[in-house]
T-cell receptor, first 114, second 111 residues
Framework: NAGVTQTPKFQVLKTGQSMTLQCAQDMNHNSMYWYRQDPGMGLRLIYYSASEGTTDKGEVPNGYNVSRLNKREFSLRLESAAPSQTSVYFC?????????????FGEGSRLTVL | QKEVEQNSGPLSVPEGAIASLNCTYSDRVSQSFFWYRQYSGKSPELIMSIYSNGDKEDGRFTAQLNKASQYVSLLIRDSQPSDSATYLCAVADGGYQKVTFGIGTKLQVIP
């Protein structure tokens, strides 16, 4: 059972470079989320997608773009990376139509911007 | 004011004691409430979910919800060293889509 898969798990970028974090879920969930986690800051919501074809801003969307490619995949793009974007990024998915509505998380992607 | 407030701790309790973790939220129309546990370097994992006022028990864990006071708590009975982790409170909005987390409370269970 793969659940939520994120790639890459580790990445080092230079300031100004771009990259895309990929996320895929195999649980047929409608909703998907991107969070970042910094020491002492908890999980902060970057963007979320309630369903295929929709995306909404969270608490900290500046400097990021997202694409809900299909029901399974939700990618996060950094167009011009900045040191302030050094963080651990978590993708999550959720099904609110049944079950507990809990978030299922990927293993995280650790990004360092030099 | 942050939407979901938690004391960052650390909260230190002796082994076998009850650990009490608290969380307040600002959005009165919030519908779903979750407690996640996160070990260092790992992903958050669900401990409890609660949707209606009152208590919900699962083994050594009890979640308590008071919507009038906008307050949710987690009690851990017979705390074990393996319970040492950061506990994250999460709140889903009235539309059920946006899920906001608190900063997490670090729990240390002393053997």
């Amino acid at each position: 059972n793969a659940g939520v898969t994120q790639t890459p798990k580790f990445q080092v970028l230079k300031t100004g470079q771009s990259m895309t974090l990929q996320c895929a879920q195999d649980m047929n969930h409608n909703s998907m989320y991107w969070y970042r986690q910094d020491p002492g800051m908890g999980l902060r919501l970057i963007y979320y997608s309630a369903s295929e074809g929709t995306t909404d801003k969270g608490e900290v969307p500046n400097g990021y773009n997202v694409s809900r490619l299909n029901k399974r995949e939700f990618s996060l793009r950094l167009e011009s990376a900045a040191p302030s974007q050094t963080s651990v990024y978590f993708c999550a998915s959720r099904d609110i139509s049944g079950g507990t509505g809990e978030l299922f998380f990927g293993e995280g992607s650790r990004l360092t911007v030099l | 004011q942050k939407e979901v407030e938690q004391n960052s701790g650390p909260l230190s309790v002796p082994e076998g004691a009850i650990a009490s973790l608290n969380c307040t939220y600002s959005d009165r129309v919030s519908q779903s409430f979750f407690w996640y546990r996160q070990y260092s370097g790992k992903s958050p994992e669900l401990i409890m979910s609660i949707y209606s006022n009152g208590d919900k028990e699962d083994g050594r864990f009890t979640a308590q919800l008071n919507k009038a006071s906008q307050y949710v708590s987690l009690l851990i009975r017979d705390s074990q060293p393996s319970d040492s982790a950061t506990y994250l409170c999460a709140v889903a909005d009235g539309g059920y889509q946006k899920v906001t987390f608190g900063i997490g409370t670090k729990l240390q269970v002393i053997p």
